[in-house]
């Protein structure tokens, strides 16, 4: 079921008016093909956007990597593109047109559970949550640093670009919670130091994936993805947010876990805004066709509190804000 309107984006793929169809055209005209996911209009830009767009049509608004049918096989942007050194240290991938895995028997523990996704947002520290309320705990990149997140245990942590693999802090308390390693094979990592890296901490378990979607709001999106495809129940989340406002983007551009670190990503509010339409928009009503994802799959927005917080503007059954 296509929502009718997120966000103050209002779904136009059936448009009726003149200037709509207008707007449908130039949709059409940018991605190269007739519309197979819904198209979007940004009503306070007159924008037009949605998963037709990818880092071939559209890379400024694009939210997937390719097209759905060459995303395996694809040598540019594509899981074919990704470092060797992903297939020199894992084995037994598992490839599907949304997802290429490094699979293991233990990721059979995650299908039917609740799995809570810590990010880097603001509402970590501004509003409550439990993590007693889930089976697993994720996180990624900095979390390491966090100090009111010391005391938890994560099970599986993905570790982005900018995490120095040498850093003790980091060793120790991977190997403190025997955490599950992940790495996201698009984000571009020196192979020397990933060798290194599999040795110091050794026997913990290392692995890869990389997804059709790669949007631009932050590691916790691709988690969620992860985690749905992985066959959880549920799927929990906190610090997945969004700008403070639109005169205040440089505030949202951050970690808390890195407060004075300057961040990556779009700058622009209204794009940021985009992303989180499009992001729920696949998992929603891409994912769920997918083999092994869990037909009554719930969304918790653990954040939803927080006051600048973009999904809870999206309005749908499966997201519990």
């Known amino acids: 079921m296509r929502p009718s309107a997120w966000a103050s984006c209002k779904d136009i793929t059936f448009a009726e008016s003149p200037e709509e169809k207008r707007l449908v055209a130039s949709y059409v005209q940018k991605s190269g093909t007739s519309p197979v996911y819904t198209v979007w209009l940004d009503?306070?830009?007159?924008?037009?956007?949605?998963?037709?767009?990818?880092?071939?049509?559209?890379?400024?608004?694009?939210?997937?990597?390719?097209?759905?049918?060459?995303?395996?096989?694809?040598?540019?942007?594509?899981?074919?593109?990704?470092?060797?050194?992903?297939?020199?240290?894992?084995?037994?991938?598992?490839?599907?047109?949304?997802?290429?895995?490094?699979?293991?028997?233990?990721?059979?523990?995650?299908?039917?559970?609740?799995?809570?996704?810590?990010?880097?947002?603001?509402?970590?520290?501004?509003?409550?949550?439990?993590?007693?309320?889930?089976?697993?705990?994720?996180?990624?990149?900095?979390?390491?640093?966090?100090?009111?997140?010391?005391?938890?245990?994560?099970?599986?942590?993905?570790?982005?670009?900018?995490?120095?693999?040498?850093?003790?802090?980091?060793?120790?308390?991977?190997?403190?919670?025997?955490?599950?390693?992940m790495f996201d094979a698009k984000i571009s990592r020196n192979e020397n130091s990933i060798r290194s890296f599999n040795k110091l901490i050794h026997p913990l378990k290392t692995n890869f994936y990389v997804t059709r979607y790669f949007g631009k709001i932050g590691t916790a999106s691709r988690m969620i993805v992860l985690a749905t495809l992985l066959g959880a129940s549920e799927v929990g989340f906190v610090g997945m947010d969004g700008p403070v406002s639109h005169n205040k983007i440089s505030e949202h551009n951050h970690t808390i876990w890195e407060p004075a670190k300057k961040g990556s990503g779009p700058t622009n509010y209204h794009n940021i805004k985009r992303q989180y339409v499009m992001f729920w928009d696949y998992v929603l009503n891409v994912l769920n066709q997918q083999p092994g994802v869990q037909e009554s799959i719930l969304y918790r927005n653990l954040g939803a509190s927080y006051e600048h917080n973009l999904t809870s503007h999206i309005k749908a059954d499966k997201i519990i804000q």
Not at 52 to 71: I, S
Not at 82 to 92: A, T
Not at 171 to 181: H, S, V, Y
Request: hydrophobic share 35%.
């Open 43 to 181: 009503l306070e830009t007159d924008t037009v956007c949605g998963l037709d767009f990818n880092y071939y049509n559209n890379v400024d608004e694009a939210a997937m990597l390719t097209n759905k049918n060459v995303f395996i096989t694809d040598f540019k942007h594509g899981a074919s593109s990704i470092s060797s050194i992903y297939g020199e240290l894992f084995s037994n991938a598992k490839n599907t047109s949304e997802i290429v895995l490094s699979t293991h028997q233990e990721h059979d523990k995650y299908k039917n559970s609740k799995i809570l996704v810590v990010g880097g947002g603001p509402s970590v520290v501004k509003c409550e949550w439990n993590a007693d309320d889930y089976d697993y705990l994720w996180s990624c990149n900095g979390y390491y640093k966090a100090p009111f997140l010391k005391d938890f245990q994560f099970d599986l942590v993905n570790l982005g670009g900018e995490v120095d693999l040498q850093d003790e802090e980091l060793l120790n308390r991977l190997r403190r919670d025997k955490t599950e390693i």
